[in-house]
């Protein structure tokens, strides 16, 4: 059994800094990560086309202002190989491996009450206890595998996106099928099919995907930013997203139909999550968004040579926004390719899984590989498979049954001195996650710095707080198109999970506010023994 005073479970962005803050303070803290090296997210997600759709040069730390100014990414968008090379390099600049217990899953968690301590096991019988347990386990760290029937007979090989191989997979020659065309599927897809014999795309929700238009940085750009990195970045503090581009410039409604037109267009030219962010109404006005989502819906049919293909590309089943946008490289003129064909599977649903493809009600497919890009059991995923017991032997996994509840999406009443980074209830997903990690990591570290200097063994959320919080997340959503789509923000594509809103969607400006509030004014919410 190792003694120690902060757990941190997750080698990702999250965790990395979080040991690095922790060090900062003088405490002795271990990390458990499940896989064999850093980088959370970009370890695991090795497929074809996999990359950032926040720029680089905001989607990376800043916490260091050499680090940030040594870095140089090449492209716009970095690409996985990219992004793990820079985690890789953190974790050598920063010397955060010694701390890292790599290929070493969390089973389980328990707090006594009476120690104030938590002990946590492993899969390898490793054991170990910590004053402060900190989950970094990652809001989409556990790929969703879904439940086709006959999957276990397919005689190809099978590939999920969020757990590729490490070595990687050659396409040549091979004939392909592909299920699911969330962000990983619409980045992986225009590269499977420039490989693949043939690629057969196996669509039930059209996603609104907006080019990304990548390329390398330029130099003078590059230089622009770095000029001004610590200025931009206070932007991107004190934005919506979390990202320094220009967010809320105009309200479409407002606009005459030719200004309208000219502001889509240049949003779509200047290209990724801009085409969101740039509108004031467009997540809150069904009218404002149905012309934001038509205005995609004609590229789309622009694009598409096929008017049939066009039109099944098209998203009509949900608002422009309410589920992840993707943002991608060649996607829709992917499906003008001779060895691309599409199959509408919300039209003609699979029937079975065969040994040799798969069967709809109309149709047999034949392919030697199976991509599944189905994504994840996403924000509450990783946290439920572990058994995390709290005070008196509770559940967490039961506790949330009926939804999640973390207040200020990072503390749960009855598991003190246990920290979740970008927990349900926080704006994680709907902000660049690395500043939103920043954020958190920062705040939780500022916490456990003032119950050492304060001699408090216990920090726990206080349960009518918690409640409040939840409510007013709740209450936000409901006001905005987010909850009009069945999206994995909801829980809606893991069967049984509880349909609750998850993450926090007045801003991360003002969700940091929030934070920095309560830390100021001695934590109120919190109950500190
Ligand atoms: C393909 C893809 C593209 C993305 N692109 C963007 C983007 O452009 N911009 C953006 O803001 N966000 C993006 N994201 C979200 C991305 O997850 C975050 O940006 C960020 O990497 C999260 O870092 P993290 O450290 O919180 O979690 P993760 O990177 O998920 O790391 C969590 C770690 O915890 C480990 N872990 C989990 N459970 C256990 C356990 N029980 N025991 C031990 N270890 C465990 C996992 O193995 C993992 O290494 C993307 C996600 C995906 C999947």
Redesign the pocket.
């Known amino acids: 059994m190792q003694d120690r005073d902060v757990i941190v479970?997750?080698?990702?962005?999250?965790?990395m800094y979080m040991l690095h803050s922790l060090r900062r303070l003088g405490l002795a803290t271990t990390v458990?990560?499940?896989?064999s090296g850093v980088?959370?997210?970009?370890?695991?997600?090795r497929y074809p086309g996999?990359r950032?759709?926040?720029e680089s040069m905001s989607?990376s730390y800043s916490f260091s202002e050499e680090l940030q100014q040594e870095w140089v990414w090449p492209h716009r968008y970095a690409t996985q190989p990219e992004i793990l090379c820079y985690a890789n390099h953190v974790a050598d600049r920063f010397d955060l491996r010694r701390d890292i217990v790599f290929d070493?899953?969390?089973?389980a968690a328990e707090y006594d009450d009476l120690e104030k301590r938590w002990t946590i096991n492993t899969g390898t019988g490793e054991t170990f206890r910590a004053r402060y347990l900190v989950m970094?386990?990652?809001?989409?760290?556990v790929p969703k595998v879904p439940d086709l029937p006959g999957l276990g007979n397919f005689r190809g090989r099978v590939l999920h996106t969020?757990d590729w191989p490490r070595e990687g997979y050659d396409f040549t020659d091979q004939t392909v099928g592909i299920v699911g065309t969330g962000?990983?599927g619409i980045?992986s897809i225009p590269l499977i099919a420039r490989d693949a014999k043939h690629l057969t795309v196996f669509q039930r929700t059209a996603n609104y995907s907006i080019p990304a238009w990548n390329g390398p940085i330029p130099q003078k750009r590059e230089s622009e930013i770095k000029l001004n990195y610590r200025a931009l970045r206070q932007k991107s503090r004190g934005s919506y997203a979390g990202d320094y581009a220009d967010e809320y410039y105009v309200s479409i409604l407002e606009l005459s139909p030719e200004e309208r037109e000219e502001q889509f267009e240049r949003r779509w030219q200047e290209g990724g999550f801009n085409y969101q962010y740039a509108f004031a109404d467009a997540m809150v006005s069904e009218q404002a968004n149905e012309l934001a989502a038509e205005f995609v819906r004609n590229k789309i049919r622009a694009i598409v040579k096929d008017p049939q293909a066009a039109e099944i590309l098209c998203p009509k089943d949900h608002p422009f926004g309410a589920k992840r946008l993707c943002v991608d490289t060649q996607y829709y003129e992917t499906y003008n390719r001779d060895n691309v064909s599409l199959v509408d599977i919300k039209a003609d649903p699979i029937i079975e899984i065969t040994e040799t493809g798969l069967r709809t009600g109309q149709a047999e497919h034949h392919f030697e590989v199976l991509v599944l890009a189905t994504g994840?059991d996403a924000m509450t995923g990783?946290l439920t498979?572990?058994d995390i017991r709290g005070r008196h032997g509770v559940l967490l996994r039961e506790r949330w049954r009926d939804g999640p509840q973390a207040y200020l999406g990072v503390a749960v009443t009855e598991f003190p001195n246990m920290f979740v980074?970008?927990g349900p209830g926080s704006p994680s997903?709907l902000?660049?996650?690395?500043l939103a990690?920043e954020q958190h990591v920062e705040w939780i570290a500022q916490l456990i710095e003032h119950a050492e200097e304060n001699a408090l063994t216990a920090v726990e959320a206080d349960p009518e707080a918690q409640e409040q919080w939840a409510r007013q997340v709740t209450e936000s959503a409901g006001k905005t198109l987010y909850v009009k789509a069945n999206s994995w923000y909801l829980g809606a594509n893991v069967p049984g999970k509880a349909r609750v809103f998850m993450p926090y969607v007045d801003g991360f400006q003002v969700y940091s506010q929030t934070c920095d509030d309560i830390a100021k004014t001695g934590y109120p919410g919190f109950h500190l023994r």
């Open positions: 479970v997750g080698a990702g962005f999250a965790g458990i990560e499940r896989g980088g959370g997210t970009w370890f695991w997600n996999a950032c759709d926040v989607y070493t899953a969390v089973t970094a386990t990652g809001c989409l760290s969020a962000s990983s980045q994840f990783a498979r572990i980074i970008t997903v902000a660049n996650m690395i990690c």
